[in-house]
């Protein structure tokens, strides 16, 4: 089976899909395949915001005295 027929038959498997699980799955798998960690890691915190908010987080807790 060549590349373009592959391609054909998931493109009509997909648009006639509504299991809401499985679309989502299949997003995911999108997600992966265009992920550029380049630009995720600009997003990124510090380690000093990270220690900020885990400790601010820490301190909000019910438990904690």
């Keep these: 089976m060549g590349t ?3 391609k054909k038959e998931l493109i009509d498997w997909i648009s ?6 499985m679309l989502h799955e299949l997003a995911m ?3 992966k395949a265009t992920f550029n960690f380049d630009e995720e890691f600009k997003k990124g915190i510090t380690g000093e915001e990270l220690k900020k908010r885990l400790s601010d ?3 909000a807790l019910p438990w904690k005295k």
């Excluded at 006639?16 to 699980?21: I, M, S, Y």
């Design 57 to 59: 987080r820490l301190k």
């Design 4 to 6: 373009a027929t592959s």
């Design 16 to 21: 006639n899909l509504n299991d809401e699980k």
């Design 29 to 31: 798998i999108k997600q």
